[in-house]
């Protein structure tokens, strides 16, 4: 009766805790020797996805990361990296009404049904966006690990409410202001402008809505992955929808290559300064589980969030009679502008992960990666 809790092979996430229990968490093994990090570095990138402002939950939790152990003097040990994150505004009794009477579009019924009624059902409990904190910490370790390969991730919101951004990814530092300074981390200031407008017209309604992160991963080499079960697009799709509230993910052109015919689908490799790259990448940097040194594009989409203060029709469980709930709490109207940098996290991870695999499988072999992680090839 066991709850899957962990992600990864040699570079392994672990993540513990609750929405209104003491703290989440994150174990993260695997981790190389020497890696300079502090507590600073990974509070940056929980500020990125933390809650507050106008288009977020307003729960006041400062998102301060302790590291328990696996660093010393400012660097990894190659011991287990062990991350806390204390909750600290919680307030429970919000949920006490559905203990018994599930809400519509949570996992209050099938929780209540898998652990026989003693889960901890206070917001959500292990299934709460409260967890990805965690996510996102283990994720800042991950991202320490690209960097030795030069690969780096960006995850944006490309679209909310059917407004969708336009613009072109790119791995640079500007495009990464561009996606953090906006506060539904879309780097599209005009179509962020008519996504705001939506988000607060759905406030307003006592509404919420869907949304799409797009994400990017720069500078990967080709030949990572181990299909067919252990295929690149196999492990980011099963490690992102694993993200609280995700429902879908394509890689690449994803759906609209059903509409394409065979001529049309394909990515013509040719050959760049001793390289191969590929003239177009309607694959999403994967073919065949493997990458394929152009950058991995894929999409999540992320369900409208299911706390809305309208009224909505659920069964009580101890007399199964209808009854009425309402969205109690603090929720956020949209998610993608909160998910984007879970899902960079765990995009992250599943990469580091592959890279440490493929090193400890092929000692010597990131010295021949120097053209790539120097950008000289697969890039954009």
């Not at 940056?44 to 302790?66: F, I, K, M, T």
């Not at 030069?150 to 336009?166: D, F, L, Q, T």
């Not at 309208?310 to 998910?339: C, F, M, N, Y």
Request: proline share 8%; net charge neutral.
């Amino acid at each position: 009766m066991a709850s899957r809790d962990s992600l990864g092979e040699v570079f392994r996430v672990s993540i513990f805790g609750e929405s209104h229990g003491p703290g989440v968490g994150a174990l993260v093994t695997g981790v190389p020797p020497g890696l300079e990090v502090d507590e600073a570095y990974i509070n940056r990138e929980l500020e990125r996805r933390r809650p507050g402002g106008p288009y977020a939950s307003p729960r006041r939790e400062a998102d301060r990361v302790e590291i328990l152990s696996g660093v010393f003097r400012g660097r990894t040990t190659g011991a287990p990296i062990l991350l806390f994150i204390r909750n600290v505004d919680v307030k429970p009794g919000f949920y006490e009404e559905f203990r018994y009477k599930p809400r519509p579009g949570h996992a209050d019924y099938v929780a209540y049904e898998r652990y026989l009624g003693h889960q901890d059902y206070r917001g959500g409990g292990i299934f709460s966006g409260r967890r990805t904190a965690a996510l996102v910490a283990a994720g800042a370790i991950a991202k320490l690990v690209l960097a030795r390969y030069g690969v780096r991730v960006y995850a944006y919101v490309k679209s909310i409410g059917g407004v969708e951004a336009r613009v072109e990814p790119r791995d640079s530092e500007e495009f990464r202001r561009a996606i953090d300074g906006d506060p539904l981390k879309c780097p599209d200031p005009e179509a962020s402008e008519r996504m705001r407008r939506l988000v607060e017209e759905a406030r307003r309604e006592g509404d919420s809505l869907g949304s799409v992160v797009e994400a990017v991963a720069f500078n990967v080499p080709p030949g990572l992955g181990d299909p067919p079960l252990g295929g690149v697009d196999a492990l980011l799709a099963r490690a992102v929808m694993a993200i609280p509230a995700a429902k879908a993910v394509e890689f690449g052109e994803g759906f609209a290559l059903a509409l394409m015919r065979g001529s049309e689908a394909h990515d013509s490799p040719r050959a760049v300064g001793g390289r191969i790259v590929h003239e177009t990448n309607r694959s999403g940097g994967i073919v065949g589980g493997l990458t394929n040194g152009m950058p991995i594009v894929f999409r999540v989409a992320f369900k409208p969030p299911s706390s809305i203060p309208k009224p909505r029709r659920t069964v009580d469980l101890r007399s199964l009679s209808e009854a009425w709930v309402s969205g109690r709490g603090r929720h956020d109207p949209v998610i993608g502008p909160r998910a984007a940098p879970v899902v960079e996290a765990v995009a992250a991870i599943v990469l580091a992960d592959l890279l440490l695999l493929r090193e400890a499988l092929l000692p010597g072999w990131v010295e021949d990666l120097r053209p790539w992680t120097r950008g000289e090839a697969g890039g954009d």
